[in-house]
C-alpha cells in the first residue's frame, strides 16, 4: 500500500519537476543565446534598462580565453535539456540524469555567484539578462535538489 502511494506521488510530482526543469532551460538556452548575439554585435537597442548590459557584455570578466561566459551558460543549459531528453530513453540517464543536472546546475550557481558579485562590486553595473540567466540557473538548481531527494528517496 504504502509503494502505491508513493508512486502515485512520485508520477504526478515527477512530470511537473521535468517540465518545470524543461522550460526553465529553454529559457535559460534562448537567454544565452541573446546575450551572445548582444556580444557579437554591441547593438544599443538589444540592451534594455540603464545601459548596464554593455558594461557588463564588453568588460574584460565577460570573456574567458577569448570565448563569451554565455557560450558557457549556453553550453550548460544544452547539457541539461539533453539529459532530460535521454532521461526517457535511456536507463543510465534516468538513473543519473537527476544527479547530473544537479553537478550542472551547481556549477552554474557557484558561476554565477561569482559573476553577479563582479557586476556589482567591480563593474558596478547591472545586465537584466545576466540577472535572468541567474535566476533561471537559481530555480533550476532548485528543482534538480527536489529531484534528486525524490529520486533517492525511492
Known sequence: MADQIKNMHTNKTNPVLFWGTMVLAILGAVDAIYLYIYKLTGNPQMCLGNGGCHNVNF???????????????????????????????????????PLAIFGISLGGVAFTAYLTYLEIYVINAICPFCVASAVIITLIFILAIIRLVKQTAL
Open 59 to 97: 568588460s574584460p570578466y565577460s570573456e574567458i580565453n577569448g570565448i563569451p561566459v554565455s557560450i558557457f551558460g549556453l553550453a550548460a543549459y544544452l547539457a541539461i535539456i539533453c539529459i532530460l531528453i535521454l532521461e526517457a530513453r535511456l536507463k543510465l540517464a534516468k538513473e543519473n540524469g
